[in-house]
């Protein structure tokens, strides 16, 4: 069973209690916001306060984009975000990278979490070469 933190006398396991990616899943088209990451939590989690999650993305904005903002949000486009950077300055055709962090205090069993990326003024697609999202079951 998964459930357990496990214990002995030098360390900590949390293995099981940890879930990342690093697969880009897309790169933003325009100014639609895009899912860039997914990860979905194992099944079986005894979660008593709540999921850290963590996420960071490199990019190259593409034609006339001015900003880009990355969320981290439940289930998918439309789910409730957990975090977000709000619109930061990204300038077309720079390699850029960025991060953002929150907590959620309300997951449910196997919860999926993506992370979004929107470019503002963006009237071509922008590349996303680089991943991570991390998320850590407390």
Same mark, same amino acid.
């Given at each position: 069973?998964?459930? !357990?933190?496990?214990?002995?006398? &030098?360390?900590?396991?949390? *293995?099981?209690?940890?879930?990342?990616?690093?697969?880009?899943?897309?790169?933003?088209?325009?100014?639609?916001?895009? /899912? +860039?990451?997914?990860?979905?939590?194992? *099944?079986?989690?005894? +979660?008593?306060?709540?999921?850290?999650?963590?996420?960071?993305?490199?990019?190259?904005?593409?034609? =006339?984009?001015?900003?880009?903002?990355?969320? +981290? &949000?439940?289930?998918?486009?439309?789910?409730?975000?957990?975090?977000?950077?709000?619109?930061?300055? $990204?300038?077309?055709?720079?390699?850029?990278?960025? $991060?953002?962090?929150?907590?959620?205090? =309300?997951?449910?069993?196997?919860? !999926?979490?993506?992370?979004?990326?929107? /470019?503002? $003024?963006?009237?071509?697609?922008?590349?996303? $070469?680089?991943? *991570?999202?991390?998320?850590?079951? /407390?």
């Amino acid at each position: 069973m998964t459930d !357990v933190i496990s214990l002995n006398g &030098r360390v900590i396991d949390l *293995s099981d209690r940890l879930t990342k990616t690093t697969a880009v899943a897309a790169s933003p088209a325009a100014a639609a916001e895009t /899912v +860039i990451g997914t990860l979905t939590l194992p *099944s079986g989690l005894t +979660i008593v306060e709540g999921i850290y999650l963590w996420g960071w993305a490199a990019w190259t904005v593409g034609t =006339s984009g001015d900003g880009v903002n990355l969320k +981290i &949000r439940q289930t998918g486009t439309s789910g409730t975000t957990i975090a977000a950077t709000g619109l930061v300055t $990204s300038t077309a055709a720079n390699l850029d990278s960025r $991060s953002v962090a929150g907590f959620d205090a =309300s997951p449910v069993g196997a919860q !999926v979490y993506v992370l979004t990326m929107t /470019v503002h $003024s963006g009237a071509a697609e922008s590349t996303v $070469s680089a991943v *991570s999202l991390i998320a850590l079951a /407390v």
